[in-house]
């Protein structure tokens, strides 16, 4: 019960965010260019309180799930009447242009200045991220090893786009679940071209080749009066090896594991310098446990203002064409739809980002709200996209549509809407179901 009222406020303040910051956009502009607001309220529904101030009622209203605003005239199923004075359908194409897109562009710029403040707090970040893809590890039975791939390995390209980092490498496999994709690597002085067939795991059907980069072990937390401690583990101490052998993350836990009541020694790098600490794994149940989390090797980045202001632009950059390489990918079937979160999955993914902290969260409220400023320039008549879209061929033919011609395009638009977002929630759902879609299936 704790974790469902935790997901529903999580969801509730992410979202809620997300859609405010989204409406302020439309609001603060239309007031710029002199369209009246006649509404302006946080939440949707009944009308709780709030307080009038010139035309706009400021309100508070009972679902708390974002917000909305309304302008004077703005409803293209009224029936034709006299134009006012700041009356949205009487304003010029290009005003009611910016005050459409300006919502969008505050989601983007919301995500441009959450990033920037996170950069200047500074974060851990995984060093594997910014290094060159050379393999250090494989996987037993993978599709890296099927297709004969080696340790040493520099992957320097995937379907014909270069990989810079394994940054690059992850999103080329993770977004090509089940196919195969053609691998260009270096092997001593030799350039290969090599095909491998990628697998789906987890619920989302990522793309999963079996290989990563040489990722040691570093030490987060410490529990209190385990073998960790007692052995003098620390955090943000790096695991170089255990036993003399170099240990890669993912094989540390079933090392442990194997070895409840062993002595192990453990090489460690804590700032620069290198020690042997001996650690001998508790028994609980049938497997050896330490009493440390752990993370991949990170590094602590932290810029002054400019230079966070560039590294948010390059990585909101870098995001946005993901999102229009996933959007192709689903297009020609080269992605699965499970890769799609809708309502229940942003619910989830907010509550582990508010369980992790301020930073977590503020971070995941950054990358949604870019998703949901580019998803809504997307031409779909009942979203802003599809508004803008008219204001612009009305502005190629230099006419306004009639009132019937926009309303067919509202009612189209608002079916392809409700059937997105029925699609969006069942899939959600399917997720997790045993069978996925066949488990709706009765027969």
């Not at 410490?222 to 170099?246: F, H, M, Y």
């Not at 790098?269 to 001996?278: I, M, N, V």
Request: net charge positive.
């Amino acid at each position: 019960m704790g974790s469902l009222i935790g997901t529903i406020f999580a969801f509730i303040l992410v979202f809620g965010i997300l859609v405010f910051a989204h409406e302020c956009g439309h609001f603060f502009m239309a007031k710029l260019v002199g369209i009246k607001v006649e509404v302006f309220s946080f939440g949707f529904g009944k009308r709780l309180f709030g307080y009038k101030k010139g035309e706009t009622d400021y309100r508070i209203s009972l679902i708390p799930m974002g917000g909305y605003v309304k302008f004077l005239g703005e409803d293209v199923f009224e029936k034709k009447r006299e134009m006012q004075p700041g009356d949205f359908q009487a304003a010029k194409r290009w005003q009611r242009f910016l005050v459409m897109v300006m919502g969008a562009v505050m989601n983007i710029v919301l995500a441009l200045v959450l990033m920037t403040y996170i950069n200047m707090v500074g974060v851990n970040v995984p060093e594997i991220q910014e290094q060159v893809p050379v393999i250090g590890w494989i996987e037993q039975g993978s599709p890296a090893e099927k297709a004969e791939l080696q340790i040493g390995d520099e992957i320097l390209s995937i379907n014909k786009k270069q990989t810079v980092t394994w940054s690059d490498v992850e999103i080329a496999v993770g977004t090509k679940p089940k196919r195969t994709i053609h691998l260009k690597i270096k092997r001593g002085e030799s350039i290969l071209d090599v095909d491998l067939l990628t697998e789906a795991k987890t619920r989302y059907e990522m793309g999963y080749a079996g290989f990563s980069g040489k990722v040691l072990v570093q030490v987060n937390m410490v529990t209190a009066n385990s073998p960790a401690e007692k052995a003098g583990l620390q955090p943000n101490d790096v695991i170089l090896a255990i036993n003399g052998k170099e240990i890669h993350i993912k094989e540390f836990v079933k090392i442990l594991e194997a070895n409840p009541g062993n002595e192990l020694d453990f090489l460690i790098d804590r700032k620069g310098e290198q020690l042997h600490l001996k650690v001998t794994p508790k028994r609980e149940g049938k497997v050896g446990k330490i009493g440390v989390y752990h993370i991949e090797k990170s590094k602590f980045k932290k810029f002054g203002f400019f230079a966070a202001v560039a590294e948010s632009y390059n990585y909101n950059k870098k995001l946005v064409f993901l999102v229009f390489s996933t959007i192709r990918a689903l297009a020609t079937g080269e992605a699965s739809t499970k890769q799609l979160a809708g309502p229940i999955d942003i619910a989830n993914f907010s509550y582990m980002a508010l369980r992790m902290g301020f930073l977590a969260l503020i971070s995941w409220i950054a990358f949604i709200s870019l998703q949901l400023g580019i998803i809504n320039l997307f031409p779909i008549p009942v979203l802003d996209g599809g508004q803008i879209l008219v204001l612009t061929l009305e502005g190629i033919f230099r006419r306004d549509f009639s009132l019937k011609v926009k309303q067919v395009i509202m009612q189209i638009g608002f079916a392809i809407f409700i059937f997105l977002i029925v699609f969006i929630i069942l899939n959600d759902i399917v997720k997790r179901l045993p069978n996925g879609w066949s488990s709706l299936i009765p027969f």
